[in-house]
């Protein structure tokens, strides 16, 4: 692969070097870099260099890069990696994909931790937002009775099935469909043919504006006693969420950092 690297930004030289044959352009450490297929002439002023990189096969290299996630009893692995999930540990096989959650992402790492903090065997655990179906599954692994997990984007719903069929774990233990909770919660969300009066636990991985809004239908599906989990909320905006489930009166919660720092879980009881 070849380079052509120059000090500054791509404000300074990009017309430039588009126009001398450049194939891609990249703004690295303060650097640009010029992917060319052959040299070409540049003006010795712009003082850069033409630099010999071996090609990456990126795919190969994401493979490569890529590690099994233990989350508290769970541990999430991609196919290649199976065959590391350790001994007493439950896995969830996940192929990186289209849908969010393959537990690289330290906020479904946290999810899925405080489910395993939870006995779930008999429980019925709502997953709002469940993108490749992962805590869903995780609920199903860990014992859950009926795990049912929903998302208003209708690609991820064949995502999650698939990801569910490869773990071995079916309806009617696990479920998935399109859709969203109502703002009030008036209407309980359910799988066709199941009559419930509320879960036992309700994880959702969203965003902190979202969570706010949502805060009085979490508690209207949530049994008396269950159990919520809410993540996705940048640290910055934990007071947005807590408050609104004070008012919502979900009680006993609790908050956990991701270790940078960045990210919140908020745990709490109907
Ligand atoms: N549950 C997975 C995890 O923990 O890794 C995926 C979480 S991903 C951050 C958020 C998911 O929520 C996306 O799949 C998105 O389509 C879905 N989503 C966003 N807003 C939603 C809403 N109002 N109702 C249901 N799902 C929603």
Not at 90 to 116: D, K, Q
Not at 182 to 199: F, I, K, M, V
Request: net charge negative; aromatic share 6%; with cysteine.
């Amino acid at each position: 692969m070849l380079i052509y690297r120059v000090p500054g930004s791509l404000d300074d030289s990009l017309d430039l070097l588009w126009e001398a044959g450049a194939t891609g352009l990249e703004e690295r450490g303060g650097f640009v870099r010029a992917y060319f297929e052959k040299r070409a002439e540049l003006p010795a002023d712009l003082g850069g260099e033409w630099l010999e990189e071996e090609d990456q096969d990126w795919q190969a290299a994401f493979k490569r890069d890529l590690k099994a996630v233990v989350a508290g009893r769970i541990t999430i692995a991609p196919p290649w990696l199976a065959h590391e999930v350790a001994d007493g540990q439950l896995p969830l096989i996940i192929e990186p994909g289209m849908a969010f959650g393959t537990g690289h992402h330290a906020t479904t790492r946290m999810a899925t931790e405080a489910l395993s903090d939870l006995d779930l065997r008999g429980q019925t655990v709502l997953d709002v937002g469940t993108g490749s179906g992962v805590l869903a599954m995780a609920a199903a692994r860990l014992g859950a009775r009926l795990a049912y997990g929903i998302d208003l984007d209708p690609l991820t719903i064949p995502v999650a099935r698939e990801n569910a069929e490869q773990n071995g774990l079916y309806p009617p233990q696990l479920r998935f469909s399109e859709g969203t909770l109502s703002l009030s919660g008036a209407e309980l969300c359910r799988p066709e043919g199941e009559d419930l009066a509320g879960y036992g636990v309700v994880v959702a991985n969203l965003y902190a504006e979202l969570h706010a809004l949502l805060a009085p239908s979490y508690r209207a599906h949530l049994l008396p006693g269950g159990h919520l989990i809410l993540t996705g909320i940048l640290a910055g905006r934990l007071d947005l969420v807590t408050e609104a489930l004070k008012v919502g009166q979900v009680s006993d919660l609790q908050v956990r950092l991701s270790e940078d720092g960045e990210w919140a879980l908020v745990t709490g009881r109907a």
